[in-house]
């Protein structure tokens, strides 16, 4: 079983969310989420810290082949026979001292350091160098974000059409598409306008002046995910050329009058980071920031 489906399994077994387990580690519940995807792989000691908050060992988290907690009870395997020793013939003198074993090389460093080669330098070099040929193309690429009662999801890639917002319907394996004339674009950029999201006139988003590269804002949701075949619901999307990704952030639970999730607020990233940092962009907070 691979490391992410162990980390999802075990986190299940104890009850908790990701963001329960985020909390116990320390770190983002997007990383836990990265984890459980296959997307990144933890470090060597938030590795050792699930070992002990799963009561596990770090070979059951990083071997396919070691047995798991459940077989822990199971009774050891019986010894193999020794085969019988042959005598030893008397020799003339005095019994030489036995010769001094040589030390044991403990071979677990290197099976760890060998995962953490194959785990993490292989697929972020390989990140790097997709990235550096063909930053802005390739399929659509669906991927969970955080735990919330309807689950949001975020696209990126080129498929979205380059000069203008696209609207995509899923029902179940069927998708749908369409574009926007002016007068939607308007009421659409009148929505986002509060936000610091605006629009020109060739159709290009900007968030607070800066051209965007993704925008991606999940307007009605069952909560399931894009990949499942399940998923019924909207998604809005834009991909131009950029450094800002932005992402809007709705409550399902409290809609609108046409249907969609409430606007809470958006997140942006810029790619040209090292790391990926995201920043709220709420209406109140922008609208002070103007008027200072």
């Known amino acids: 079983m691979p490391l992410a489906d162990k980390i999802m399994e075990l986190r299940k077994k104890q009850g908790w969310s990701q963001i329960d387990l985020a909390d116990r580690l320390d770190v983002s519940r997007q990383s836990v989420s990265k984890w459980e ?14 070992s002990e908050l799963f009561a596990v060992t770090t070979d059951y988290l990083l071997k396919d082949e070691v047995p798991g907690p459940e077989s ?12 019988p020793q042959p005598e030893a013939e008397p020799g003339p003198g005095p019994e030489a001292p036995p010769a ?14 060998a995962c953490l080669v194959v785990f993490v330098v292989i697929p972020v070099v390989a ?30 890639g080129s498929n979205a059409v380059e000069d203008g917002m696209t609207e995509y319907v899923y029902e ?13 674009l308007a009421a659409m950029a009148a929505e986002y306008a509060p936000y610091g ?16 590269r993704v925008f991606t804002d999940v307007l009605t949701s069952n909560g399931e ?29 409290h809609c609108d009058e046409h249907g969609s999730g409430t606007l809470l607020y958006l997140e942006s990233c810029d790619i040209r980071l090292d790391g990926e940092h995201w920043v709220e962009h ?9 008027h200072d």
């Open 37 to 50: 995807m296959a997307q990144a792989v933890p470090e060597l000691d938030k590795i050792i810290k699930m």
């Open 127 to 156: 990140s790097v160098l997709l990235y550096i040929v063909e930053p802005y193309s390739g399929p659509v690429q669906v991927s969970r974000i955080w735990d919330t009662p309807v689950e949001q999801t975020t696209v990126s």
């Open 282 to 290: 709420h209406a109140q907070e922008h609208d002070e920031d103007h």
């Open 225 to 253: 995910s894009l990949t499942s075949g399940d998923f019924h619901g909207t998604l809005r999307t834009f991909s131009g050329e950029g450094f800002i990704d932005v992402r809007a952030v709705r409550d399902y639970e």
């Open 197 to 212: 999201l605006t629009c020109d006139e060739d159709h290009h988003w900007y968030l607070d002046g800066q051209r965007i």
């Open 172 to 184: 179940g394996e069927s998708v749908t598409s369409g574009g926007f004339d002016d007068a939607a």
């Open 100 to 113: 001094a074993q040589k030390p044991r090389r403990r071979i677990w460093p290197w099976v760890l350091a």
């Open 72 to 83: 822990a009870d199971a009774p050891p395997p019986p010894p193999p026979e020794e085969p």
